[in-house]
């Protein structure tokens, strides 16, 4: 009988962690749906970015109230967490605080009396976070794509944070072996007179209801993660290193465009002759993008890591100017595509049956995509590296290329260009005509 709790404790945990692992794997298979992308090339410098922007926060910093807050609950949450060691430790071999007799006691004092104290700023953090959200309702926590689930996961996790930083101390606060140990305990010994008149009896109910509660909570945080934009809290790192390190602006070139060009200027070539059977060129790649497939795994990691901070947003030209483009959005569009179309796999025993719908069209408008400026600010401000500008640039070029539904403005230019050598549409002949009145 003394070993049902370690073995019910046993049996949370590898259902927690066997839950998240299947999360994990879904979400890998997800992404490997977007086309291979080469991130071998300079090495120092992507772990130079991780390093400085994942986990030094960076970027965060350049808005500092946001930022220094942000720091706050990253660190706390983080580091209060290495007492999740000590708790499995504990529920798994039935021992009561194992990190009391493998460490000094001044040691084991001033970690917990630590993470007290970042407790009660994770706390105080949260709720400044809440205020921010719901009271003082800043304005890139209201646009549109804010709506229903968006606005509710960023209360949820603020509430996940609230408990479990409580369950955190009252735990400590009602363990009378702790209490009397009187070092660590910085702000549980403020707690523990709340508890005053209770008997030991229940004080060690309490204490091991708030210890199962607070596991529990984790578990529950951690597999919560999966459906909400605090994905990130563990992608952000893999997406920094990840992320483009090539000069912002530069454009890439099409492989497939490259083969095409190829084919027209070799002499020698039959472009009506059919593709051998079973070649790579059997189906011809798409030019651009039109749906999730078509975008390589970086740009659909990017979806998953999106906090939906709407810096992006907040920093875009075309949609301060009231465009209906968003960059945030983008990417959400993005991630609940990719959503939908694992879904659709995961009915369909491993393979995708058409739905009859895709990330153009049904997801992303033609009007935000051609109201880009290209300018890459959503790219300067995202905290995690993300590039909305690759994957707006990869479906307009679907439209150009596949479609042929560029703009007229844009058509007119093309057209002047290949004709008079110029974007204006005046004859070579007459370019300096101007300087005559």
């Not at 066997?18 to 090339?41: E, H, P, Q």
């Not at 060691?85 to 630590?114: N, Q």
């Not at 992006?312 to 030209?317: D, K, L, Q, V």
Request: hydrophobic share 45%; net charge negative; proline share 4%.
């Amino acid at each position: 009988m003394d070993y049902i709790p370690n073995i019910l404790f046993a049996a949370i945990l590898i259902l927690g962690i066997g839950y998240f692992t299947k999360n994990i794997k879904r979400l890998t298979r997800n992404i490997k749906l977007g086309k291979a992308v080469d991130t071998s090339n300079n090495k120092s410098e992507r772990w130079q970015n991780m390093a400085r922007i994942a986990l030094g926060q960076s970027k965060m910093v350049r808005r500092p109230i946001a930022g220094i807050l942000h720091i706050i609950v990253y660190v706390g949450f983080v580091i209060i967490n290495i007492e999740v060691l000590e708790i499995i430790i504990d529920g798994l071999f039935g021992t009561h605080r194992i990190g009391t007799t493998v460490l000094p006691e001044s040691v084991y004092g001033f970690l917990i009396g630590s993470f007290e104290i970042l407790a009660v700023l994770v706390l105080i953090t949260v709720v400044i976070f809440w205020l921010r959200r719901n009271v003082i309702k800043l304005k890139r926590f209201l646009s549109a794509e804010m709506k229903g689930w968006p606005k509710s996961d960023g209360n949820i996790i603020l509430y996940f944070e609230v408990v479990l930083m409580c369950l955190f101390l009252v735990m400590n606060a009602t363990d009378i072996s702790f209490q009397n140990m009187a070092s660590g305990n910085i702000i549980s010994k403020f707690i523990a007179p709340w508890f005053n008149g209770f008997s030991p009896e229940a004080l060690h109910i309490i204490e091991r209801t708030a210890w199962w509660l607070h596991i529990i909570g984790i578990l529950i945080f951690l597999n919560y993660l999966y459906f909400s934009k605090h994905l990130h809290i563990l992608l952000a790192f893999p997406n920094t290193y990840l992320g483009s390190v090539e000069p912002k602006g530069k454009f890439n070139n099409l492989e497939a465009v490259t083969n095409e060009v190829k084919l027209m200027m070799d002499p020698n070539a039959d472009p009506f002759a059919a593709p051998a059977e079973g070649t790579e060129d059997e189906v011809p790649e798409k030019f651009g993008a039109s749906d999730v497939m078509d975008l390589d795994q970086v740009q659909l990691l990017n979806a998953y890591t999106c906090t939906e901070c709407g810096r992006c947003t907040s920093a875009c030209p075309a949609n301060l100017t009231g465009k209906k483009l968003s960059p945030r959005k983008i990417m959400m569009d993005t991630r609940d595509r990719l959503e939908e179309v694992g879904k659709n796999i995961d009915a369909n025993k491993g393979e995708f049956k058409d739905d009859g719908k895709q990330l153009l069209g049904d997801y992303i408008t033609n009007e935000e995509l051609w109201a880009c400026t290209t300018c890459n600010a959503c790219v300067e401000e995202c905290p995690v590296s993300i590039n909305p500008l690759s994957i707006i640039l990869d479906m307009r070029r679907y439209l150009v290329m596949e479609q042929s539904a560029a703009p007229m403005e844009l058509n007119t230019m093309m057209t002047n260009i290949e004709n008079n050598g110029a974007p204006w549409p005046y004859n070579q002949m007459d370019r300096l005509n101007w300087k005559d009145d």
